[in-house]
């Protein structure tokens, strides 16, 4: 796996395809997930996991993931998230900041997911990349 520096926006690209990118921004210390499209579910999870590893390293203190263009996501993903993924995630970050689909049913999916969560993390939905930014920089 190789990194890609890009200085404009302090961003390492740590690994992308067609469907997720998912990159170290620097600016605001967080591990960033963005998909483009609906995955299969074992892609999803793998992608979601890389991203978490990327949250054990010492200079991220944060997740931010781009829903804006994500696909469905099924029922037992969602469960997969809420139950396994996310309290783990929990322990690795500070804040987790989620740019929210133009999908409503997506929209409805992350805000399913993280509402099971509440009180255990700090995290808030955002309609801008820019505002999930600024939310982490705060």
Not at 5 to 10: A, F, I, L, R, S
Not at 61 to 90: R, T
């Amino acid at each position: 796996m190789h990194c890609i520096k890009n200085y404009k926006n302090m961003s390492t690209l740590v690994s992308q395809s067609e469907k997720v990118t998912i990159e170290e921004q620097s600016d605001v210390q967080a591990a960033m997930i963005t998909f483009h499209g609906s995955l299969k579910s074992e892609d999803y999870r793998a992608a979601m996991l890389a991203n978490y590893e990327l949250c054990k390293q010492p200079q991220i203190k944060n997740w931010l993931q781009n829903n804006i263009d994500a696909g469905l996501l099924s029922l037992e993903d969602q469960k997969w998230v809420s139950e396994s993924l996310i309290p783990k995630a929990a322990l690795e970050v500070e804040k987790i900041a989620v740019v929210v689909s133009k999908d409503v049913f997506r929209k409805f999916a992350a805000k399913n997911i993280l509402d099971k969560q509440k009180g255990k993390l700090n995290f808030q939905y955002f309609n801008s990349l820019e505002d999930a930014k600024a939310w982490l920089k705060s």
